[in-house]
């Protein structure tokens, strides 16, 4: 963040001095500015525990197949509204709200539980002994599997601000800022297995999966200044914003296990149709499943800097960086605990004997978005 800082102020030194020998030869079109911007902004991504490898993690010759690495949605696209009103020569108003849809990605493996197959494993840790145990999603003779993990996100931001003239010269201007600002940060992120039999076994069903959902929900006010200088047609500005207030943080946890293994029958042929228990997932059980809410600090910077080129007097084009930063947020995979406790397979997911696990705790950690933006500013 402080080379992102020192980057802006060093870039609005060098507009100053151009701005200071050159005038402005753009005339002022009106009190009013409206701007519609793309954007193209990447998401810092998130480290998640392997999630489906070949064997134990403490096997040198295991290969990991799922891991945070696979699942980046980068680059995000978006778009970028902004409006205001110079009130006088002084005093002004404005906002802006950005908007970064929901962007999807995903990664899965399969095996044929053939005799010659790999088998797939997802590794976790057994509360009960400490020790690493790994669950065979695969099991070559036995049964086939598939594991796939799928990751969203989105991003929403808004903010409202007075400002006011600090200090100007014959082409450049800086104005202070405060107001408010909101930010929110979705993400969602599920993880699903299938282990049916192979023939000529019995028709086998286990089928889980997993839902971890993340939302930040960002209340505070809001600081700032912005540089602007103009030469001719062209004009450069940045700006510096800092927000200071309360992270609303909540996490959903929902698990599902789909099988036919504990259907009360006595023909081992025909277990009988599968049945839906909740809880039944490896990371999502009785003992952390449900919705959780709490607030924290937290403090939300922001620095730009856009170049623009005036087309006439009251339409120009812009381009510019946006670099965006949120301490004291969830994110889905990382309210993921390895730690479980399988105390009992043989009958539907139950609160476990022994260690209550995996339980459940906030797990805070950062977040950015950096990219580019292109658009139009109109002023009338």
């Known amino acids: 963040m402080r080379r992102i800082t020192a980057a802006v102020f060093v870039s609005l030194l060098l507009v100053a001095d151009v701005a200071s020998a050159q005038t402005s030869g753009t005339a002022a079109a009106g009190p009013f500015t409206i701007g519609a911007e793309a954007l193209l902004w990447w998401f810092k991504g998130n480290a998640t525990l392997p999630l489906a490898t070949t064997g134990s993690l403490d096997d040198p010759k295991t290969k990991v197949l799922i891991d945070g690495s696979d699942l980046d949605a980068n680059p995000h696209p978006g778009f970028r509204l902004s409006a205001g009103y110079a009130i006088s020569d002084a005093w002004g108003v404005e906002s802006s709200v950005f908007y970064v849809p929901t962007r999807t990605t995903g990664r899965a493996v399969s095996s044929s539980g053939q005799f010659d197959s790999?088998?797939?494993?997802?590794?976790?840790?057994?509360?009960?002994?400490?020790?690493?145990?790994?669950?065979?999603?695969?099991?070559?003779?036995?049964?086939?599997?598939?594991?796939?993990?799928?990751?969203?996100?989105?991003?929403?931001?808004?903010?409202?601000?007075?400002?006011?003239?600090?200090?100007?010269?014959?082409?450049?201007?800086?104005?202070?800022?405060?107001?408010?600002?909101?930010?929110?940060?979705?993400?969602?992120?599920?993880?699903?297995?299938?282990?049916?039999?192979?023939p000529p076994f019995p028709v086998d069903v286990y089928h889980t999966v997993d839902q971890f959902d993340a939302t930040n929900n960002f209340f505070g006010g809001q600081l700032g200044a912005r540089f602007r200088g103009d030469w001719g047609a062209w004009f450069a500005s940045g700006v510096v914003k800092v927000g200071l207030g309360a992270m609303v943080q909540t996490v959903s946890i929902e698990g599902t296990l789909v099988t036919n293994d504990f259907n009360d029958t006595n023909d081992l042929n025909n277990l009988g149709p599968p049945v839906s228990y909740p809880g039944g997932g490896y990371f999502a059980a009785p003992t952390n499943i449900g919705r959780r809410t709490r607030s924290v600090f937290a403090?939300?910077?922001?620095?730009?800097?856009?170049?623009?080129?005036?087309?006439?007097?009251?339409?120009?084009?812009?381009?510019?960086?946006?670099?965006?930063?949120?301490?004291?947020?969830?994110?889905?995979?990382?309210?993921?605990?390895?730690?479980?406790?399988?105390?009992?397979?043989?009958?539907?997911?139950?609160?476990?004997?022994?260690?209550?696990?995996?339980?459940?705790?906030?797990?805070?950690?950062?977040?950015?978005?950096?990219?580019?933006?292109?658009?139009?500013?109109?002023r009338f």
Do not use: C, M
């Open 118 to 198: 790999t088998d797939l494993i997802l590794p976790v840790i057994d509360a009960t002994t400490g020790g690493e145990s790994l669950q065979n999603i695969s099991l070559a003779g036995l049964w086939q599997g598939r594991i796939q993990a799928q990751l969203s996100s989105s991003l929403l931001g808004a903010d409202l601000n007075g400002t006011l003239r600090l200090a100007s010269g014959r082409a450049w201007r800086l104005d202070g800022l405060g107001g408010f600002r909101y930010l929110r940060l979705r993400e969602s992120f599920t993880l699903t297995t299938d282990s049916p039999s192979i």
């Open 299 to 378: 403090v939300v910077p922001e620095a730009g800097l856009n170049v623009g080129y005036h087309l006439t007097p009251w339409l120009a084009v812009t381009a510019g960086y946006t670099f965006l930063y949120a301490s004291n947020v969830v994110r889905a995979q990382g309210q993921i605990n390895r730690n479980v406790n399988y105390s009992d397979f043989s009958a539907p997911p139950a609160v476990p004997n022994g260690p209550q696990e995996p339980s459940f705790r906030f797990k805070s950690s950062d977040f950015w978005a950096q990219g580019l933006n292109v658009g139009l500013a109109l």
